[in-house]
C-alpha cells in the first residue's frame, strides 16, 4: 500500500499561484509514476499532470504551459506548480500514485486538498 498525504490548497485570486505538494509512503518500489487529478462540483474527475520515474510527464491543453509537476525522489514527494490560475481551476486537487508503461493507471489516492481561485 502506498499512503499519499496532500498540502498546499487554498483561496488565491484569479491569475495568482499555488504550490500543492504530496508526500508518500509505504510501499513506494511499487510505483513508478505520480500525478495529480481534480475533481470540481458535477464534474467528472480529469487528469491534470502525470510524472513517472523516467520524467515522462503528462498535461490536458487545459493546463499546459500553466501548471508543472516535479518530484523530489529523495523526500518522495510530487509538487504542482499551479500558476496564471483562473476560476474553472476551482476544484478538490487529488494526489494518484500508480504506473506508467505508454499508459498512465493510478492505484492510490490521496484524500484530496480544496483549491478555490476567485475571479
Known amino acids: 500500500q502506498v499512503q499519499l498525504v496532500e498540502s498546499g490548497g487554498g483561496l488565491v485570486q484569479a491569475g495568482g499561484s499555488l504550490r500543492l505538494s504530496c508526500a508518500a509512503s509505504?510501499?513506494?518500489?511499487?510505483?513508478?509514476?505520480m500525478g495529480w487529478y481534480r475533481q470540481a462540483p458535477g464534474k467528472q474527475r480529469e487528469l491534470v499532470a502525470g510524472?513517472?520515474?523516467?520524467?515522462?510527464?503528462k498535461y490536458p491543453d487545459s493546463v499546459k504551459g500553466r501548471f508543472t509537476i516535479s518530484r523530489d525522489n529523495a523526500k518522495n514527494t510530487v509538487y504542482l506548480r499551479m500558476s496564471s490560475l483562473k476560476p474553472e481551476d476551482t476544484a478538490v486537487y487529488y494526489c494518484?500514485?500508480?504506473?506508467?508503461?505508454?499508459?498512465?493507471?493510478?492505484?492510490?489516492w490521496g484524500q484530496g486538498t480544496q483549491v478555490t481561485v476567485s475571479s
Open positions: 510524472i513517472s520515474s523516467g520524467d515522462s510527464t
Open positions: 494518484a500514485a500508480g504506473e506508467y508503461n505508454r499508459n498512465w493507471h493510478f492505484y492510490y
Open positions: 509505504g510501499s513506494i518500489r511499487s510505483i513508478n509514476a
